[in-house]
């Protein structure tokens, strides 16, 4: 995770809004997702769940596919990228 981008403003290929669901919503919805993606393509999931960071920190080391960057808005809305393994 060495983007000097942020998660909103990072090119990507498909977005999920998730904002409002509490886990194990956001991980599932991104699961599903990334299920229907090619190897290589950039998934962004937008959360308010503050667990959603360590969450998604640990679905991209359990899946395998890279955690590319995530950033939070100060109105605390996180964003995360996501890349298909």
Known sequence: MNS???AF???V?????TC???CPLPILRAKRTLNEMVSGQKLRI???DPGS???FQSF???????????SEK????????????
């Open 4 to 6: 000097s981008l942020s």
């Open 9 to 11: 403003e990072m090119a």
């Open 13 to 17: 290929d498909r977005e999920v809004d």
């Open 20 to 22: 409002g669901l509490k």
């Open 46 to 48: 937008i959360a308010t």
């Open 53 to 55: 960071v360590g969450d």
């Open 60 to 70: 991209a080391r359990q899946s395998g596919n890279a955690l590319l960057v995530f």
């Open 74 to 85: 100060m109105d605390g809305i996180f964003g995360f990228v996501l890349q298909r393994k």
